[in-house]
Nanobody, 116 residues
Framework: QVQLVESGGGLVQAGGSLRLSCATS????????MDWYRQAPGKQRELVAT???????NYADSVKGRFTISRDNAKNTVYLQMNSLKPEDTAVYYC??????????WGQGAQVTVSS
C-alpha cells in the first residue's frame, strides 16, 4: 500500500517561510518523480513544482525563485521550501507521485495560509 503523508503547513505572515514535507512508501519513492500541487478555494488544482528521480526540478512561473523542491532518498521524503510567501500562495498543498502504470497517489493535503 502506497501512502503519502504531508506535514509542515500552517499560518504565516506575508514574506515569511514554511517547509512542507511529504513522506512516502519506500517502494515507489526511489523510482519515480514527485510533484507538489496546490488548490486554493474556488480554483482548480495547479502544479507547483516537480522533481525527477534524478533530481531535475521544474517550477510554476508563479513560484520560481521563491520555492525550492528537494528530495531525500534515504528518508523517502520530498520537501517544498517556500520563501517570500504571498497571500496568493494560500492553498491546500498536495504531494503526488505515479506508479509505472500511470496510477496517481496523492497525499491528504496540508493547509498553508499566508496573512497580509
Amino acid at each position: 500500500q502506497v501512502q503519502l503523508v504531508e506535514s509542515g503547513g500552517g499560518l504565516v505572515q506575508a514574506g515569511g517561510s514554511l517547509r512542507l514535507s511529504c513522506a512516502t512508501s519506500g517502494s515507489i519513492f526511489s523510482i519515480n518523480g514527485m510533484d507538489w500541487y496546490r488548490q486554493a478555494p474556488g480554483k482548480q488544482r495547479e502544479l507547483v513544482a516537480t522533481i525527477t528521480r534524478g533530481g531535475t526540478t521544474n517550477y510554476a512561473d508563479s513560484v520560481k525563485g521563491r520555492f525550492t523542491i528537494s528530495r531525500d532518498n534515504a528518508k523517502n521524503t520530498v520537501y517544498l521550501q517556500m520563501n517570500s510567501l504571498k497571500p496568493e500562495d494560500t492553498a491546500v498543498y498536495y504531494c503526488k507521485t505515479e506508479n509505472g502504470l500511470g496510477y496517481a497517489y496523492w497525499g491528504q493535503g496540508a493547509q498553508v495560509t499566508v496573512s497580509s
